[in-house]
């Protein structure tokens, strides 16, 4: 479980296809404090780490996961937001992230704010009932804010800590993005399924 605060952007330092496809991220984690088979959310997704030494650590995923997520679209030196797994007792300054990701959202645009910078994203059909306005989405790995949403997408503004200490400060129009919808969103929809019947 993880509260989607990212402590730290990776890269991929290299990456090894083979029957799984081994990840090896350069971080500046302590990789120590780093147990084999310790769960670290890179860019959203939850991976179990394999492999380390200092200043890296390697994940193995699977023909699923790379289906299912934009972990296809990795190469060597992509940026990844990076976040270890919560503790009893941490801080949940985000929302509750299971780092298993729901769908794959385009960036349709990228504008300046103000000194925040306005995201806009596709929405599928299939998940648009689980995003609402000021509601908490989790998009890269990152807890953020929904600002509005409407038929052609949702919008996000990325305030400039974010930009600096995720990955957003880079992205742009056209790339892929992990998307995990809220857990609490999930049930609210399926109760009100559930009504209806």
């Given at each position: 479980?993880?509260t989607g605060?990212?402590?730290?952007?990776?890269h991929i330092d290299?990456v090894?296809?083979?029957?799984d496809?081994?990840?090896v991220?350069?971080?500046?984690y302590?990789?120590?404090?780093?147990?084999?088979?310790?769960?670290?959310?890179?860019?959203?997704?939850?991976?179990?780490?394999v492999?380390?030494?200092p200043?890296w650590?390697?994940?193995?995923a699977?023909?699923?996961?790379l289906a299912?997520?934009?972990?296809?679209d990795?190469?060597?030196?992509t940026?990844?937001?990076?976040?270890?797994?919560?503790?009893?007792g941490?801080?949940?300054?985000?929302?509750?992230?299971?780092?298993?990701?729901?769908?794959?959202v385009?960036?349709?645009?990228?504008?300046?704010d103000?000194?925040?910078?306005r995201?806009?994203?596709t929405?599928?059909?299939d998940l648009?009932?689980?995003?609402?306005?000021k509601g908490s989405?989790?998009?890269?790995?990152?807890?953020l804010?929904?600002?509005?949403?409407d038929?052609?997408?949702?919008?996000?503004?990325?305030?400039?800590?974010t930009?600096?200490m995720?990955?957003f400060?880079t992205?742009?129009?056209?790339?892929?993005?992990?998307?995990?919808?809220?857990?609490?969103?999930r049930?609210?929809?399926?109760?009100?399924?559930?009504e209806k019947?």
């Amino acid at each position: 479980m993880f509260t989607g605060i990212i402590t730290d952007i990776g890269h991929i330092d290299r990456v090894e296809p083979a029957g799984d496809t081994k990840f090896v991220i350069a971080s500046s984690y302590d990789s120590a404090s780093i147990a084999i088979g310790a769960s670290i959310c890179c860019s959203g997704i939850c991976l179990t780490v394999v492999d380390k030494a200092p200043g890296w650590f390697s994940v193995t995923a699977s023909a699923e996961t790379l289906a299912c997520t934009n972990l296809g679209d990795w190469r060597a030196e992509t940026p990844i937001n990076l976040e270890r797994a919560l503790k009893v007792g941490d801080e949940l300054g985000g929302h509750i992230v299971s780092g298993h990701v729901d769908g794959v959202v385009e960036i349709a645009s990228v504008t300046d704010d103000g000194d925040s910078i306005r995201f806009r994203f596709t929405l599928p059909d299939d998940l648009a009932p689980y995003i609402a306005p000021k509601g908490s989405v989790c998009l890269n790995g990152a807890s953020l804010t929904v600002n509005e949403v409407d038929d052609n997408g949702f919008g996000i503004n990325i305030i400039p800590h974010t930009q600096e200490m995720t990955t957003f400060g880079t992205a742009k129009t056209g790339d892929r993005v992990n998307l995990e919808i809220d857990v609490l969103a999930r049930y609210v929809a399926r109760l009100a399924q559930k009504e209806k019947l």
